[in-house]
């Protein structure tokens, strides 16, 4: 009986703990910075959210569609782009920290077809000269742009209808027409940012759980840290208030945009296929809640554990990469050295980013929806972003679980 009190006085603790949330900051440093070019028309709308160890500033200013003045929310489906790589890399993490993967394992032992691997050496008169690779290709590489992959498959290409990262070919058959194209340079020598490489860390992931990777996913991850709004598929019923496109121009109003040609419409029908690499629609509150679970080394805002703290530190927040390369990890951009001042994370092709800093239990998170052009308020964003964070707030009352885990 005594147990079963105890557990019960835990389950109300940890409901209780889950409503409480972050303070609000009472600091309006984004708004102020943000508001001349919101209403000169030149920014169309814009999320910026700063934390600091349980406490928040959160700015939804401006629209979401300027037409209908359809003021931006929280709650607004967008296209995160290649944001969807972190979510990649905590589905292999996951993996690694069971017993069931190696970072270093050749990629071949889960998908054959890369046994052998061609190197691209030149090309002239339309005859390319290839090389049999002389390194073998690990899960690593995949995950940390270093495999020699292109940026995107033929299958994939944006210039074709149906193309883009969520059109064109599942997982799977993505992985098996990269096996059968000629890499770019040896393996783990060099460094080419790859929504390839990423599609194919999933695929290994789809051989090793028996399940497709989006599924995968959403039983591990997306289910358990409560990310209800997030997935490949939006519903209409999301996508009629989704964050629109907008193109910005030097001194002029933004101009709306149908789509791109990475990411075309229809967005939720049976031409859209999971890619790992980037094509994930969320919500900035959704979004929050996977930062918040990395900010947290593993834990999210729920009290529920993805992943355990060295997980997070080892394989996550610091990269994977050889000495002398630039700093990534596993899906995701993180310092080659890891102190207190070091931040991980990643963005997005239209201008969403969102990153954090284990250390300070601090985050930023930004959400536009850029079709190209220039962004000068940038400049005042990161000026308000050392506002935020030079200032000291009162965190006392806030609960364990909105980042201030030890």
Partial sequence: MRKVIILLIASFCLTASAKTGPKDSKTHYAQEALQPYVNSGQLAGAISVFYHDGVQE??????????????????????????????????????????????????????????ELWVLDGEKDGIKTLHKAKNVLTVRMVLNHTGGFPFEISAKRSD?????????????????????????????TR??????????????????????????????????????????????????????????????????????????????????????GAGLWTTANDQLKFYMMLMNLGVGQNGVRILKEETVKN??????????????????????????NAWFGHGGAWGTNCSVNWHKK??????????????????????AAEKFFAQSFDNSGVDAYTGRMK
Avoid at 80 to 100: D, H, N, P, Y
Avoid at 219 to 234: H, Y
């Fill in 315 to 340: 394989i996550l927040a610091r990269s994977t990469r050889p000495e002398g390369m630039s700093g990534y990890s596993l899906g995701l951009s993180a310092p080659v050295e890891d102190n207190e």
């Fill in 58 to 115: 959160t700015c939804c200013i401006g629209y979401a569609d300027v037409a209908a003045k359809r003021p931006i929310r929280m709650d607004n489906v967008f296209m995160q782009c290649s944001q969807t790589k972190g979510f990649c890399g905590v589905t292999i993490a996951k993996l690694v920290e069971e017993g069931r993967l190696s970072l270093d394992d050749p990629v071949s032992k889960y998908l054959p077809e890369f046994g």
């Fill in 160 to 188: 074709v209808r149906g193309g883009g990262w969520s059109g064109g070919a599942p997982l799977r058959q993505t992985a098996s027409i990269a096996a059968a194209s000629p890499l770019m340079f040896e393996p783990g």
């Fill in 191 to 276: 460094e080419l940012y790859s929504n390839t490489g990423i599609d194919i860390g999933a695929a290994v992931v789809e051989v090793i759980t028996g399940m497709k990777w989006e599924q995968y996913l959403k039983k591990e991850v997306l289910d358990p840290l409560g990310m209800k709004s997030t997935w490949f598929w939006p519903t209409d019923k999301q996508l009629k208030k989704k964050i629109e496109l907008y193109e910005y121009k030097a001194d002029a109003p933004a101009e709306w945009r149908e789509e791109m040609a990475w990411e075309q419409r229809p967005y939720n029908d049976s031409h859209v296929f999971p890619s790992a």
């Fill in 362 to 383: 601090e985050l930023r998170l930004w959400v536009i929806q850029s079709a190209g052009g220039p962004q000068p308020w940038s400049a005042a964003v990161d000026k």
